[in-house]
């Protein structure tokens, strides 16, 4: 099916990152759309507002009439969604046409020019910044994003219809469950290669093996832009540059320091230096992104003065390092941070912007399978706080592995105070001694203590 000939769009897991993106898109361009999730969710609610059916039950009779005939009809849906899903089940016995999240994307994005944003962390930051330098410095841009902007509230930037210049599309590609691979980019940013999804992948050498086959994939005489020090060879039909923080690189950030409330830093480009670059993102991981990004949008022809507006101007992306509550006592900070890699670099950076402050990190680990591959590297990432709380582990897609528990990173952690609590009684806890900086962190469920907590901490406040 071409996507010229859809009309009606169900999408099976709608309430997802990605996949709502998507659902927005297709409801743009005038096709009638639909979905279920098994949640709901702010953004489940913000579809419903935005004109799309949304029903939280896996039950056929719950399917819009106008969705149960196969014409003109597309079924998406996630890796995510079991085989024995009955939805599922419905439209794959009725011939329905049917594809996954990815392949979507690489049909829609096929034959436009496209920025391919990779890496197993900081691929949701690095391609809103990518979205963000090339909107605000005017160019036609779309953006499937894999977070909510905080400059512009949503998880999908449209292009101007009025446009005489051909679009660019900014893409997050995904590596789990090799979705990139269906992308054919004109240009890729690859920002790391961690061990990640293993209960994907298998072996760190396969994850390298599917980085290695995305950047293949990158169309004749265009561009690849590489974190320096990645194993990755870069193929002779494209043009490859490197990109570090504080190490020589095609594209380097330099004399990185806070002058608050900015990182500020200096970028040795190709054609010379850019000098006092701010960006209001905390975090040295946020200057890395950043100069990933600002290598696209130099690359690209963006002037050096919109690179570095648009690096001031960029607000960050909902739970990545975002500020909830502030006051002359008290700090909370809520990250999306689920690898090893991320805490680290999380914490790093909030002991380097508070560095005379206590740090508490409540984390809560994501997946069975990420916690037993990785349980001694969250311990000692999760040490650099001077206080943990650790919830259980948050299952997501997974059942249960005999013997993986949060006690096996707990039993490794050094901070000087540590406590394993459950989720049910994480507000006790809170309220039993002051807190200082306090931080939310993982992938799961904690968010859902955003608000409880934020209130907490008004209300103390005004105590």
């Not at 006051?327 to 002991?351: C, G, R």
């Not at 809560?364 to 990432?381: I, M, V």
């Not at 919830?391 to 406590?419: C, H, M, W």
Request: hydrophobic share 40%; aromatic share 10%.
């Amino acid at each position: 099916m071409y996507l010229k000939d859809i009309s009606r769009v169900y999408f099976i897991g709608i309430g997802g990152i990605g996949m709502s993106a998507l659902a927005r898109w297709f409801r743009h361009y005038g096709c009638e759309v639909a979905g279920y999730d098994r949640t709901r969710t702010t953004l489940t609610e913000q579809l419903e507002k935005e004109g799309i059916a949304v029903h939280y039950v896996d039950d056929v009779n719950l399917i819009p009439e106008s969705f149960r005939t196969p014409q003109s009809c597309l079924i998406v849906y996630t890796p995510a969604v079991p085989s024995d899903h009955k939805e599922l089940i419905f439209f794959r016995t009725n011939g329905f046409s049917e594809l996954k999240r990815s392949q979507i994307l690489g049909r829609i994005t096929q034959d436009l020019f496209t920025i391919g944003i990779s890496g197993t962390h900081g691929k949701t930051t690095t391609s809103s910044m990518t979205a963000h330098l090339l909107t605000a410095a005017g160019k036609n841009c779309t953006a499937f994003l894999g977070g909510i902007t905080q400059n512009y509230g949503t998880n999908l930037l449209l292009g101007k219809a009025d446009s005489n210049e051909d679009p660019l599309v900014v893409a997050e590609a995904d590596e789990f469950d090799r979705s990139f691979l269906t992308l054919f980019p004109n240009v890729a940013v690859v920002t790391s290669i961690d061990a990640d999804h293993l209960d994907i992948y298998g072996t760190h050498d396969e994850i390298k093996k599917s980085f290695h086959e995305f950047v293949a994939q990158i169309k004749n005489d265009g561009v690849v832009i590489v974190k320096k020090g990645l194993e990755l060879g870069i193929p002779e039909h494209v043009h490859g540059y490197t990109y570090a923080c504080g190490q020589p690189a095609d594209f380097s950030a330099i004399n990185i320091r806070i002058e608050a409330p900015y990182f500020t830093f200096d970028l040795d480009t190709p054609n010379g230096k850019i000098k006092d670059l701010q960006i209001q993102v905390p975090g040295f991981h946020n200057v890395e992104n950043a100069t990933a990004a600002a290598a696209v949008a130099l690359l690209l022809g963006v002037s050096e003065t919109n690179v570095r507006e648009g690096l001031r101007t960029y607000l960050g992306v909902k739970r990545r390092f975002e500020y909830i509550y502030r006051s002359e006592s008290t700090i909370y900070i809520d990250d999306y941070a689920h690898h090893p890699a991320e805490t680290e670099a999380f914490i790093k950076s909030a002991k380097a912007l508070y560095p005379d402050r206590k740090v508490t990190v409540i984390f809560q680990p994501h997946l069975y399978s990420r916690t037993r591959d990785f349980a001694s590297e969250f311990a000692k990432s999760l040490s650099l706080a001077d206080e943990v709380i650790l919830l259980d582990i948050y299952p997501a897609r997974e059942q249960p592995i005999e013997g993986v528990t949060s006690e096996i990173i707990f039993n490794e952690i050094k901070s000087p105070e540590k406590r394993l609590c459950r989720k049910s009684d994480l507000m006790q806890v809170l309220t039993e001694k002051r807190r200082d900086v306090l931080v939310t962190m993982g992938a799961g469920d904690i968010d859902t203590f955003i608000i409880p907590i934020r209130d907490w901490l008004t209300e103390t406040e005004k105590k």
